[in-house]
Every structure is written in structure tokens, then in C-alpha cells.
């Protein structure tokens, strides 16, 4: 009989051990999956690009980067970056400001027209920019008069690149704003602190590092944006081309070592940016936790506006 009992007990132990056996090798083969589409999309190529840059010597690599032609992209680039992003910055911190803290009619219709850039085809949008501020566009013969340049010089690729960019601030800041409530505006206010004190001191702190990630991703987008800036640039060497452009116009010269000496430029660049934002991520997380274990909102609240007063 207890042959029959050890035998049983067995058996119905059996199942278990096959289920546990199968979820180990479905877990191994969807992380080795994961690990071979990640070395061949994303590893293989950055070790291509890098090998190509430094492939005839670092004295080429170092040519192709102070050559005049990508100085003046890297400085187009950089006028890009710094003219988009701060705008995107105030008008993404402006647009959550008034979704999440007020009532608003057509609530709905702000939020759609904030993803707009994310369902338009960058090429669509530069062709948009050039159909309104061409030489035959709706506005081109008035710019004309007034010898305006905005398609084909560096405004039109500024406001290009505001579009493609703007909704990676508001987009971080809405949900992160919304799930925070009013409550620690309202507690401010009734303690007699302004519109301007209530924000510095309680909602701009309050979101920082959401800002901080919604402007890491604008930033990475403005530098290695190519569609829409293709359009409006006119390809001018020296004047109109950003890196992207530049890298296009090396590799299809045969010029590849230079293409790839620029595009390891970018890479880096992306790979810092990436650095940047898992260290955002982790303080982020790190407050989250910080503010879950330190008490209620209102009371740090009321702790900041009392400082401050």
C-alpha cells in the first residue's frame, strides 16, 4: 500500500515539474531572442559604424570632424537644438499647466492636437512648412518683399524641428501632472503664496525630473532629426545641412569614412543621452519612493510654501 502511495505522490508531483521545466525554457528562449534581435539590430550596428569611422585612422577621423563643412553642421545642429528645445520646454510645461490643474473645454482636442507630430510623417510636415513659406507658398511672396528666408536657411529647419519634437514634453508632463492632483496647489494657495511662488516652489520641484526625461527625449530627437529637415534645408553645404544631412551627403559621395567619423559623432551622442536617461529614470523612481514613505504631498507642501515665505 505504500508502494501504491509513493507512486501516486509521484505522479501528481510530475506535472508540475514538466510545467516548471517549460516556463524555465520558454523564459530562456524569448531572453535569447530578446539578446540576438538586440545584438543584430541595435550592438552590430553601433560596432559597424565606429569600426568604419576609425577603419583608415583616427587622423581621418579627426579631418572628417573639423573639416569646415562639419563645423558649420555641428554648429547648425547645435542652433537647432538650442532654439527648439527651450520653446518645446515652455510650451510643454504651459500645455500640462493648463490640461491638468484647470477645466477646459476641448480638453480633448489639445491633447489630440499635441500627438499630431507622432502620427504626421516628418516629410509631410517639412512639405506643410514649405507649401506655407516657399517662394510660392501662401506667405512666400510676402516673405519675399520683406526679404524674409525661412525655407532653405535655418528657420525653416528650427520650426521643422520644433514640430517634430513638441509633444516629448507635455506627453511626460501631462499623466506625471495629472496623477499629482491639485490638492498641493490648492494648500499654496491657502496659505497665501501667488501663481508665480506656487509654481517654483511647488509644482516646477514636483515634476523636475519628469521634465528632465520629457527634455533628454526632445533633445535626442532635434539632433538626429533627418525628414522633416531634409525638405526645408535645401542641402546647402555649409549653410543648411545638420549632421544627419552632412552623414547623407558623405555616404552618397563615397566619402565613407567621413560618414562614418559623423555618425559615430551622433552615436556618442545618442549613447550619452541614453546615460542621462536611466540616471533621470532612477531618480525619479528614487523620489517616487522617497515621497511614498516621507508622508502626504500636502504636508511637504505646506513644508516648501513655509520656506519660501
Not at 121 to 130: D, K, Q, T
Not at 132 to 137: D, H, I, K, Q, S
Amino acid at each position: 500500500m505504500a508502494t501504491i502511495v509513493t507512486d501516486a505522490r509521484f505522479a501528481d508531483a510530475a506535472p508540475g515539474t514538466a510545467v516548471r521545466h517549460s516556463s524555465v525554457l520558454v523564459r530562456w528562449t524569448l531572453v535569447l531572442i530578446a539578446v540576438a534581435f538586440l545584438g543584430l539590430m541595435l550592438i552590430l550596428p553601433l560596432v559597424i559604424v565606429f569600426c568604419g569611422a576609425f577603419e583608415k585612422g583616427w587622423q581621418t577621423t579627426v579631418a572628417a570632424l573639423t573639416h569646415p563643412d562639419a563645423r558649420a553642421a555641428i554648429r547648425l545642429t547645435a542652433l537647432t537644438v538650442v532654439i527648439a528645445v527651450p520653446l518645446n520646454i515652455v510650451f510643454g510645461i504651459a500645455a500640462a499647466w493648463a490640461i491638468t490643474k484647470f477645466r477646459l473645454r476641448g480638453k480633448s482636442v489639445l491633447v489630440t492636437l499635441i500627438d499630431l507630430p507622432f502620427s504626421v510623417s516628418p516629410v509631410i510636415a517639412g512639405m506643410v512648412f514649405v507649401l506655407l513659406f516657399g517662394a510660392r507658398g501662401l506667405l512666400g511672396p510676402w516673405l519675399g518683399e520683406h526679404d524674409i528666408r525661412i525655407i532653405f536657411a535655418w528657420p525653416g529647419i528650427a520650426l521643422a524641428t520644433m514640430f517634430v519634437t513638441l509633444p516629448f514634453v507635455a506627453r511626460e508632463l501631462i499623466p506625471l501632472m495629472q496623477a499629482q492632483g491639485r490638492d498641493d496647489e490648492e494648500a499654496a494657495i491657502s496659505l497665501g503664496a501667488g501663481g508665480w511662488q506656487t509654481f517654483f516652489r511647488v509644482t516646477l520641484p514636483s515634476i523636475k525630473w519628469g521634465l528632465a526625461y520629457g527634455t533628454i527625449l526632445c533633445t535626442a530627437r532635434a539632433l538626429g532629426e533627418f525628414g522633416a529637415v531634409s525638405v526645408v534645408s535645401g542641402h546647402i553645404r555649409g549653410e543648411t545641412n545638420t549632421l544627419p544631412l552632412h552623414v547623407e551627403i558623405l555616404y552618397n559621395e563615397y566619402q565613407f569614412a567621413a560618414a562614418f567619423s559623423v555618425a559615430g559623432l551622433l552615436v556618442s551622442i545618442a549613447l550619452l543621452t541614453i546615460i542621462a536617461k536611466s540616471i533621470v529614470e532612477w531618480r525619479m523612481h528614487r523620489s517616487v519612493r522617497r515621497d511614498m514613505d516621507g508622508g502626504p504631498a500636502a504636508q511637504a507642501t505646506l513644508d516648501r510654501v513655509g520656506s519660501g515665505r
